[in-house]
């Protein structure tokens, strides 16, 4: 299985495939205000208006360094009960992938209230790389977006 | 990792002792890993040149390029060219042309009351089978007002041994088309020729027919025996 490998300061992770749509380079994007500051802005990507979302603001509270390598990972992902829609997420040194085997994915069994999406992990070199889930991802991002149910401030 | 400013020395020991030196390769690693594309320091220099700082107007660039949209060509179009015979606009794989000739005299054929077989015409010193295609599809003969710009040519058609030449009112031109745009031609449809027709494709305000090639040079072939 291919998967894409990037930072986010310091820290290595991975993400499968299958949902990802396109790399792109670091754009312009439009900030709203009032906006969580994980949220980085829309983006016009091909005429049309994608959310983009800044990976280590938001595991690792501290914004992407803007550099080459940093880049927007365009996913597709199914909102529950809404069609397919695009999510960027920004990363750094978004520079290589590497093949997996299903079975190298070791479940964690140790879910996060805060980050569900940190499910999996990987051994490689005797090192433990973090599988982000897309799907979960997403569906927390869509829970956060719902002020009345989780207010922003108590995610923290 | 610091990020790299644009004016930092990366240190380029492939071309001082590796394989790009003036001396050739004496490096240790080498004869390791044969080849300074296949060592780590060389990989890691090249990854280096990407945390540099973005350059600018590089996020403005990027912005408008992927602010417009993907022109996705189609993939596995056919070359057509489209003519009319008389009202009817119709369209034949481009491949199967030879030339497109100017009306000539046909000569008929004396003792061969054939309306498909109209006589022989000389092209470019070559005696050539000269058919009506307006006969063998059946389209009837009406006065359509056409520009004075407009000419009618003849069309020459198939492998050189086996020519057919045919007269046409008009020539559109040739037309890129992709399999999907063309649609199947109505079952009932009692329009000319729609025997010989494999599909049909709005070209600006007209409908045209693509005929069947195979069928209609084997028709051709038996309607002169």
């Known amino acids: ?156 | 990792m610091e990020p790299l400013k644009l004016t930092e020395k990366i240190e380029n020991c492939w071309k001082t002792q590796g394989v790009w030196s003036d001396q050739g390769g004496h490096c240790e690693r080498l004869a390791k890993v044969i080849h300074c594309r296949n060592c780590e320091v060389f990989t890691r220099a090249g990854r280096r040149l990407l945390e540099r700082e973005l350059p600018e107007d590089y996020l403005q660039e990027w912005t408008a390029v992927l602010a417009n949209k993907k022109n996705d060509e189609l993939i596995g179009t056919v070359s057509l060219l489209v003519f009319r015979i008389e009202k009817e606009w119709l369209a034949l794989p481009s491949l199967l042309f030879a030339e497109v000739v100017d009306n000539a005299r046909v000569h008929c054929l004396p003792h061969r009351p054939n309306p498909v077989l109209k006589g022989l015409v000389n092209v470019h010193g070559e005696v050539q089978l000269c058919v009506s295609l307006q006969a063998l599809l059946g389209i009837e003969s009406c006065d359509v007002e056409v520009p004075t710009s407009v000419s009618p040519r003849m069309l020459v058609m198939g492998e050189p041994g086996a020519r057919w030449v045919f007269h046409v009112h008009e020539i559109d031109g040739i037309h890129r088309l992709h399999p999907s745009q063309i649609q199947a031609p109505p079952i009932s449809s009692q329009k000319t020729g729609a025997g010989f027709s494999r599909g049909l494709f709005a070209w600006g305000d007209k409908s045209v027919a693509v005929l069947d090639d195979e069928l209609l040079l084997h028709q051709l072939s038996r309607s002169v025996q």
Request: charged share 25%.
């Open chain 1, 1 to 156: 299985m291919l998967v894409l490998v990037f930072y986010l300061g310091e820290v290595m992770y991975i993400i499968k495939h299958h949902h990802i749509r396109e790399i792109s380079p670091m754009v312009k994007l439009k900030q709203m205000s009032q906006a969580p500051d994980y949220f980085a802005g829309f983006f016009n990507y091909r005429d049309t208006l994608v959310p983009v979302v800044d990976l280590r603001q938001l595991l690792h509270h501290e914004p992407c360094q803007m550099r080459l390598s940093t880049r927007i990972i365009l996913v597709d992902y199914e909102w529950p009960d809404q069609p397919v829609q695009t999510l960027g997420l920004i990363a750094e040194r978004v520079t290589e992938t590497l093949r997996k085997a299903p079975e190298d994915f070791v479940d964690t069994n140790m879910l996060m209230q805060n980050t569900p999406y940190l499910d999996q992990v990987v051994m490689e070199h005797n090192e433990v790389i973090q599988c982000i889930n897309l799907e979960r991802l997403a569906l927390q991002l869509h829970h956060q977006r719902l002020p009345s149910e989780r207010p922003y401030s108590d995610e923290r």
